[in-house]
């Protein structure tokens, strides 16, 4: 069992940036998937950014440029760190891992990009 908290949503003004964290427990950390998922109003949850226990990354389209992943396996620590930020990156900011068949989300965190 994995548990994961996000950190560090809020309300920006577009252009502006934000930083997400999101700290898992258990000691094999190292071994997960990680991603950052989103889930706007009306609208089906979409992946964001992905993160490999290898290190590999990837991202949508949407945010390619713009927003990037990383994590430190030594303080079990995902981040997203998001900047030029545009209204339509408004969402709920769920962490994710995976392993083999086992998956787990956190509770979100809001962001909120406006003037």
């Known amino acids: 069992q994995v548990q994961l908290v996000e950190s560090g949503g809020g309300l920006v003004q577009p252009g502006g940036s934000l930083k997400l964290s999101c700290a898992a427990s258990?000691?094999?950390?190292?071994?997960?998937?990680m991603g950052w998922y989103r889930q706007a109003p009306g609208k089906p949850r979409e992946l964001v950014a992905a993160i490999a226990n290898t290190g590999g990354t990837n991202y949508a389209a949407s945010v390619k440029g713009r927003f990037t992943i990383s994590r430190d396996n030594a303080k079990n620590m995902v981040s997203l760190q998001m900047n030029s930020l545009k209204p339509e990156d408004t969402a709920v900011y769920y962490c994710?891992?995976?392993?083999?068949?086992?998956?787990?989300w956190g509770q979100g965190t809001q962001v909120t990009v406006s003037s």
């Open positions: 994710n891992a995976r392993l083999s068949t086992m998956q787990y």
């Open positions: 258990g000691n094999i950390f190292r071994f997960y998937n």
